[in-house]
């Protein structure tokens, strides 16, 4: 039996019922292979097209920021310059801790201050920068003696004083009275420049204007108590 006469054989209801399950089934899979794939390209288009709508603006904010960033930028450049300026000069801990030392001489001479003893410690690293310390003794009278630490405070070079320890017993400058004080006073610093070896062990002993000098002298404050 052909399907012409199996057709035939059904009633017009019958025929109308798979017609429209025919129609039914004919549109479910053009919405399932046309109109589903075409509505899911046009949304991811759209959301494309937004996307790269909303670079285009973020771009346009950033080239209308450029001159303040290039402000910025030079600023930047400049802080960086001052504050490295400000660094112990030295290419290493040897040479920083002697222009250190140089300094503080230089700074005691010019405040009326005495430097009895002084001692490079052990230098160390911090993150990407050295640090050195050199610890020294220092007799005075109080106001030069304030004035000495005020100039390493707000001179040319960054420091820092972790340590302080002041007594008034055994400080008697030469041809003055016994009443001046006597400081025993680390200051730590950074390097300027790079440091091509690794930091050199255990506290060494320098002089203020040469490379080695003998041995740190005990400090008359450290044996006789801190005021």
């Not at 300094?103 to 490079?120: N, P, W």
């Not at 630490?149 to 003055?176: C, D, M, Q, T």
Request: hydrophobic share 40%; glycine share 10%.
């Amino acid at each position: 039996m052909t399907w012409r006469e199996r057709w035939a054989r059904f009633s017009y209801r019958e025929r109308r019922l798979i017609g429209a399950a025919g129609a039914i089934l004919v549109i479910f899979l053009v919405q399932l292979l046309v109109i589903s794939p075409f509505l899911a390209y046009r949304q991811n288009l759209q959301d494309e097209i937004a996307a790269h709508r909303e670079e285009l603006e973020n771009g346009r904010a950033y080239l209308a920021r450029t001159g303040d960033l290039t402000k910025q930028r030079e600023q930047l450049q400049k802080a960086y310059q001052q504050i490295h300026s400000q660094l112990v000069p030295g290419d290493t801990p040897t040479l920083a801790a002697a222009n250190l030392q140089n300094t503080l001489h230089g700074l005691a001479a010019d405040k009326s201050v005495e430097i009895q003893s002084t001692q490079v410690m052990r230098d160390d690293t911090v993150g990407d920068f050295h640090r050195i310390a050199v610890r020294i003794t220092v007799t005075g009278d109080l106001k030069p003696l304030a004035d000495f630490l005020a100039a390493l405070e707000h001179g040319n070079l960054r420091v820092s004083i972790p340590f302080i320890e002041v007594s008034r017993r055994g400080a008697v400058l030469r041809g003055k009275g016994a009443r001046a004080l006597s400081a025993t006073i680390e200051v730590n610093g950074f390097l300027q420049g790079a440091v091509g070896s690794a930091p050199e062990g255990g506290a060494k002993s320098h002089g203020a204007g040469e490379g080695k000098a003998p041995k740190a002298e005990p400090s008359p404050a450290a044996d006789e108590g801190a005021a």
